[in-house]
């Protein structure tokens, strides 16, 4: 069930891909817009992300960076996630898989939560945290 799952979600990935990077969410409407941002006026920890991918797609790090701070290191994490197992398996490593060690969701919601708050204060340098 599981291989049936991931050939399914493999053309979507892609095809969302696809779109990402023909379209920049700067300048169409298809994409939708934070519904946390337009109630509040406030950044949530996911505003730019689309932005974010955009940019990551077009090989360009410092927009990605620019946009969502988090964005890049999340990327990275969940990276590793997928492929860990295939490093060990095929270079013999022994990588432990980081998203189920005992404390590793507290660390990531604490990170959240603060980078959450970090960036809508207005002085610098937290107000360089908010996209773009």
């Keep these: 069930m599981k291989k049936i799952l991931n ?10 891909a696809v ?7 700067r300048q169409h409407e298809l994409f939708p817009k934070c519904a946390f941002h337009s109630l ?11 932005r974010a991918i955009h940019s990551l797609l077009h090989l360009d790090f410092a927009g990605v ?14 990276l590793y996630h997928y492929s860990h197992s295939f490093l060990n398996t095929w270079f013999g490593w022994k990588l432990p ?4 060690m005992k404390y590793t969701p507290w660390v990531i919601f604490v990170v ?13 340098p937290f107000n360089i945290l908010a996209p773009g």
Excluded: E, H, K
């Excluded at 509040?40 to 689309?50: I, K, R």
């Design 7 to 16: 050939w399914i979600l493999l053309p979507i990935i892609l095809g969302v």
């Design 19 to 25: 779109l990402f990077f023909v379209l920049d969410p």
């Design 40 to 50: 509040t006026g406030a950044y949530c920890p996911g505003c730019g992300s689309q």
């Design 65 to 78: 960076v620019s946009y969502n701070f988090l964005f890049l290191p999340a990327a990275l994490l969940i």
């Design 97 to 100: 898989n980081l998203f189920y």
């Design 112 to 124: 959240v939560i603060l980078f959450w708050i970090l960036r809508n204060l207005p002085w610098y």
